[in-house]
């Protein structure tokens, strides 16, 4: 069994920062990429920013310029940080990491979530 946790989230003002993180535990081999997603309502789940188990890193041009992802692979963590947020930041944010539990044998793994909410 893998679970995913993440944790951060909760009501931020605009022009606030946020910093979430995200810690994958159980039986697991290998992390691979690992990244944030986020889903507004009314919207289509789209990725934030993902960064592989090396270090390189990818963001949504929403997000470019503000956000910083990292990891500490001895911790299984990815973490979040987003500056100067906007309303439009408000979301609810998941995190996703590619595991595998055995050897060549890997798939995703999803959080539950946690909501961010930015007020103007």
């Known amino acids: 069994q893998v679970q995913l946790v993440e944790s951060g989230g909760g009501l931020v003002q605009a022009g606030g920062s946020l910093r979430l993180s995200c810690a994958a535990s159980g039986s697991i081999f290998r992390v691979n990429a690992m990244g944030w997603y986020r889903q507004a309502p009314g919207n289509q789940r789209e990725l934030v920013a993902a960064i592989t188990s090396g270090g390189t890193a990818n963001y949504a041009d929403s997000v470019r310029g503000r956000g910083t992802i990292s990891r500490d692979n001895a911790k299984n963590t990815v973490y979040l940080q987003v500056n100067s947020l906007k309303p439009e930041d408000t979301a609810v944010y998941y995190c996703?990491?590619?595991?595998?539990?055995?050897?060549?044998?890997?798939?995703?793994?999803w959080g539950k979530g946690t909501l961010v909410t930015v007020s103007s």
């Open positions: 996703n990491a590619d595991i595998a539990t055995i050897p060549f044998d890997h798939k995703d793994y």
